[in-house]
């Protein structure tokens, strides 16, 4: 139980620490927002050279939009507006906007300009020893990048890392209590078995089903909304679930509920679904014994883990949704996307793989305390909740994530 609580503290503090050292390194970077269309040369051949750009100045931070989805056409509007683009200049790509200026169109004296402002930038700042001044050289990082919730006032939201946002979401939706009592009754069965191998293969073989599953149904979420980011009114839909979601963990956190499974009702109802876990589980532990051949035991418990965990997808929507509809505003390839779904998916099971590492040599299950999953749900559902009105708020505020 010691070692769960030092790593799990040793983990939030890596997870919490990049955070702020983002925020103090975020304000000396050099904002760049690009609106192109995917049919343009020119915008092709600005998109590469500030490619080469970020690779040699790591100040730099540039964000592209195809101009072919809806959203990122009321977000030019905005830009419109803020730099007082003229009527006349619409419709024009690409439009480079940097600083307090902006660039139509892509030739070689717009690159020599482009190349000597960003150096000038990293000269600037390199030689500023007050961060500050810094700052009030550089306006391409603006207030609208900056949100305010009440209590903890100004948050700098761009920028982030989807490595960063995939690891944190992965971590704080892993905390699903049904979940490891099914991997917990699975385990208890195991060990009196005495067999380390059969524990590692079965109990294994569970968290990776477990995996795969949540993998594939994160991904059907980031196809759905690449599909649709064209609708403004999808990014309101994903808003209200995600804050259904985090009152739900709020409301479960009050009144002290921590696995519908793992205690009878005093009343004995329960819904449907809880009932079928039961039975799950119920299978789980007998096919875990020693008289059940590995070949036997192997496809039954992927079965079940993959019932165990389809179902927990409907009872746990809200970080899935609310991660996949943040993943979409970054300009990625299908490659990308689905590395960083599988850097969710890593996280999402670590807490599985200590509990199955220490069964493993230890031959005794440890869980995470009830009072450790409650206080998971009140920062799980702190989390989704202030995500859900932000996004509520101003559902364009996400694109500034990325």
Request: hydrophobic share 50%; net charge positive; with cysteine.
């Amino acid at each position: 139980m010691k070692f769960l609580k030092t790593f799990l503290f040793i983990f939030l503090l890596s997870i919490i620490f990049p955070i702020f050292s983002h925020a103090q390194t975020n304000t000396e970077k050099l904002i760049v927002d690009i609106f192109y269309s995917p049919t343009c040369s020119h915008c092709t051949a600005e998109r590469k050279f500030f490619d080469e750009m970020q690779l040699k100045f790591e100040e730099l931070i540039v964000n592209e939009y195809d101009i072919t989805k809806q959203e990122n056409i009321e977000k030019l509007k905005e830009y419109y507006k803020n730099y007082n683009v003229s009527e006349s200049e619409y419709a024009l790509f690409p439009i480079t906007f940097i600083n307090n200026e902006y660039f139509l169109g892509f030739d070689s004296s717009i690159k020599v300009n482009l190349e000597s402002k960003i150096e000038n930038y990293v000269s600037i700042c390199k030689k500023q020893t007050v961060k500050d001044n810094c700052d009030e050289n550089i306006q391409g990082i603006s207030k609208k990048e900056q949100i305010k919730i009440p209590f903890l006032g100004a948050i700098n939201i761009s920028g982030i890392h989807p490595f960063l946002l995939s690891s944190i979401f992965g971590f704080l939706d892993g905390f699903n209590a049904c979940a490891l009592m099914a991997l917990a009754f699975l385990l208890a069965v195991l060990i009196g078995t005495r067999d380390r191998k059969r524990i590692l293969i079965i109990g294994g073989t569970f968290i990776i089903v477990s995996g795969l599953v949540y993998f594939m149904f994160i991904a059907a979420w980031l196809n759905l909304f690449m599909f649709l980011s064209y609708i403004k009114f999808a990014s309101v839909v994903v808003a209200l679930i995600v804050i259904f979601f985090g009152f739900t963990l709020l409301r479960e956190y009050i009144v002290k509920i921590v696995c519908k499974i793992c205690d009878t009702p005093e009343n004995k109802k329960e819904s449907l679904i809880t009932k079928f876990q039961r039975k799950i589980f119920s299978k789980m532990s007998a096919v875990g014994k020693s008289s059940v051949p590995l070949f036997v035991a192997i496809p039954i418990v992927a079965m079940l883990a993959a019932g165990v965990n389809t179902i927990e997808l409907f009872c746990s929507l809200g970080f899935p949704m609310a991660y996949t509809k943040i993943l979409t505003t970054y300009n990625l390839s299908p490659l990308m996307y689905y590395s960083y779904i599988l850097v969710y998916i890593f996280f999402y099971v670590l807490d599985q793989l200590v509990i199955l590492l220490i069964a493993l040599f230890s031959l005794k299950i440890t869980m995470i305390s009830e009072k450790g999953l409650r206080i998971m749900k009140l920062i799980s559902g702190i989390f989704l909740l202030i995500l859900g009105i932000i996004i509520l708020i101003n559902p364009e505020i996400i694109s500034s994530m990325s």
